[in-house]
């Protein structure tokens, strides 16, 4: 089956599946082409089965080859990633300062001095982690990666 899979005046990449009903194909395809808003460049026809199944990067998704093929902005699949990974860290966080409310109240400080040290690495984790490509080289494994502060 046919989409279409073209750009945003955001720059964001967008797929639009035409309505087919009782439509040859070709007019189908015509037809929704017809009605992309104003500004959408890069119009291209692809196979669905060419459209990522995975939609974790799906912010990612770009038209960056001549081909037919959607793929995804290295910088942008990183800085979800990365946001995904402030998200966990800030639950993580959380967590911490009810142990270092209880370690306050109980006078407990050895529990005091383990939660702080604990919660600067968590606040020191976005900018420590390295999630390039030499690091991470599939999107599969930028996608699994998990720092060990969040274990």
């Known amino acids: 089956m046919k989409v279409i899979m073209w750009t945003r005046v955001d720059g964001g990449l967008s797929i639009t599946l035409p309505s087919y009903n009782d439509k040859k194909e ?5 037809s929704a082409i017809a ?4 500004g959408a460049t890069g119009i291209k026809v692809i196979e669905q089965s060419d459209v990522p ?8 998704w770009a038209d960056l080859t001549p081909d037919l093929d959607v793929n995804i902005d290295r910088a942008k699949a990183e800085a979800i990633k990365l946001d995904n990974i402030r998200k966990e860290r800030n639950k993580k966080l959380e967590t911490l300062d009810l142990d270092t409310m209880k370690a306050v109240g109980g006078s407990d400080n050895a529990l005091l001095q383990a939660t702080e040290t604990k919660k600067q690495a ?3 984790l976005p900018s420590a982690v390295d999630l390039s490509v030499t690091a991470l080289p599939t999107f599969d494994e930028l996608e699994n990666f998990q720092p060990v502060e969040l274990a």
Do not use: I
């Open 35 to 38: 009605r992309l808003p104003a």
């Open 122 to 124: 968590l606040r020191d």
């Open 53 to 60: 199944t995975n939609r974790y990067f799906r912010g990612a």
């Open 26 to 30: 070709a007019s189908s395809v015509e």
